[in-house]
């Protein structure tokens, strides 16, 4: 599978046309090495880049350019498997501010990633959460869910600036204070949506967990699957690889998070289950016995071991006999709650 990343963001400083084409040209030459195939446009003042190949390849250099001083405010706009590439090398758009050229952007953005994309792309950060039900739950967590688009917009400078605090400077650096000042916003506007250093930690976790649950979400409503050993393959992969592994966020700080504040991983849990019997019906896999709370429940089960393993021995989550082990608890789940005539793993 090939892993298809893209993400926009806001120069740190204007750069002379030179340092620009520099840049790119560097960009290009490190990308072939890698085998990186995709597109970036420059626009005035922000980038925004299509990345695509070997997953774990592809998400090791999207930590490289979030920590990469030159830019700021990089928010993942996409972020999924697919099965082949839709560019056969890396380029670059045709630079410009001009409505024209945003829409060409626009449209060799389509070719990868769908509709879904295009949406995302018009309204990114938060803006795109904020019509899903884990969006909701998100927005609800906060001192003052934001309603207007000003408001959403300082939310999301707000969760930018911290994770890039995160991750220049470590957690233990992280204070309301330096966000707001690193956002370029008052300490003020900050308090109105965050009670505390905690409660924005917990938040910018929780976000990136968002955006993984709703990418698995939209995968769940066209992925095929035969019988119920697959799609508990195709669930355990996606809480490893997506609701756990949450890319971007600081290593240590995400499992100081995940030790101490339990209800981020199961909030999810509910919504991801619903998307799982959903699938089930759509592929007439038998589950009428099953409710929606028991697959949560089987759910939360399967995440509580896979984090017991990710706070204990992490590389262990990368061997067939643990995810092995993984499905068959939540096949065992399943199967306890009643017959459903498939094959055994």
Known sequence: MIRCLVYCSTVSEPLPSERLLDLVSHAETKNRQ???????????????????GDPEITGRLFRTIEADTRHKHVVLLFDRLVGERSYADWGQVTPGATEANQESFAASLLRPTGPLLAQQVEKTGLFSLMDTRAGKVLMNALRVPPRQRRAVQTVDQVFMAAEAIILRDGAGKLSLEGVAHEANITLQAAYRYFDGTESLLRAVVRRRQVLAL??????????????????????VDMLLSRLLRTGGVHAPTYRFIFRNYHEILHDGMWIFA???????????????????AQLAMAMSGVGAAAKTVLLRAPELLATPEV?????????????????????PV
């Open 34 to 52: 890698l085998g990186i195939t995709g597109r970036i446009v420059c626009e005035v003042g922000s980038f925004a880049q299509v990345l695509e």
């Open 274 to 292: 619903e998307a799982l019997r959903g699938a089930m019906i759509r592929c007439a896999i038998p589950c009428d016995h099953i409710s929606d």
């Open 214 to 235: 709703n990418a698995a979400v939209e995968d769940l409503r066209t992925v095929t699957f035969r019988d119920e050993v697959e799609l508990a393959h195709w669930a």
């Open 323 to 343: 995810r092995s082990a993984i499905v068959a608890g939540f096949l065992g789940t399943l199967r306890g709650l009643g017959p459903t005539g498939s094959r």
